[in-house]
């Protein structure tokens, strides 16, 4: 609740300030670039763990959070309507859960989920610009690890590259008459389908529905 009335507050600040700031229009052709620190939040939920083709009962694999820093790119196409493309790479651990969940960590991959949304801005002429935007992403997982006590000699971990939808929500707030606050909420679907092979557990299969709530916070500039 405290961190809630934080925000609000914040918000009701930057939006007061925002009133006394010329306005940065958007318009056809502008480049808008935002930096932001993002809190990758996991609203996983997976399927029982396969060994050599057998279920494990109330098995389950689940995701771990991470907070890294994003680049984000938008191209408007006329004042209202834009194209963003969002770039950032982030690194999560993945537990064992529910029967197998003594087994703790048993692997870590980072993921490179590259997004596009069209976007439409409801006030490109005013301080105040709230947005949504809805589009597609594309996440390869690379660098992927066996953890823990899976993790023996020759053991791998592959998970394939998922496709999906995006949705987003966001304002942009200006701070003067070049700069802007951004906060930024969007909805990834994200499939995990994970498969460790040749470790002493035998074949190992498990998918996950990672499908993240994506948090952002940053600053941006239009060019």
Do not use: C
Not at 55 to 62: D, E, F, L, M, Y
Not at 70 to 98: K, N, Q, R
């Amino acid at each position: 609740m405290t961190r809630k009335k934080s925000l609000v507050s914040l918000l009701a600040a930057l939006a007061v300030t925002a009133t006394v700031t010329p306005a940065l229009a958007y318009e056809a052709g502008d480049l808008i670039v935002r930096g932001r620190i993002i809190s990758v939040d996991p609203q996983d939920d997976s399927s029982t763990v396969s060994i050599d083709g057998g279920s494990v009962p109330a098995s389950g694999a689940s995701v771990n959070s991470d907070i890294m820093p994003e680049v984000d790119f938008t191209y408007m196409l006329d004042p209202h309507w834009g194209l963003e493309l969002i770039l950032a790479y982030t690194d999560h651990e993945v537990d064992a859960s529910g029967s197998l969940s003594g087994l703790n960590q048993i692997a870590e991959t980072k993921v490179l989920p590259p997004t596009l949304t069209l976007q439409y801005h409801f006030a490109p002429t005013s301080n105040v610009r709230p947005y949504v935007g809805a589009g597609i992403n594309y996440t390869h997982f690379f660098d992927s690890k066996v953890k823990g006590a899976l993790d023996t000699p020759g053991s791998d971990l592959d998970i394939d590259d998922s496709w999906g939808l995006a949705a987003q929500a966001g304002v942009d707030i200006d701070l003067n008459d070049t700069w802007f606050v951004n906060f930024d909420v969007k909805y990834i679907d994200i499939d995990a389908d994970a498969h460790i092979k040749d470790s002493i557990a035998a074949d190992i299969k498990v998918d996950i529905d990672v499908d993240p709530i994506v948090w952002g916070i940053g600053i941006g500039r239009v060019f």
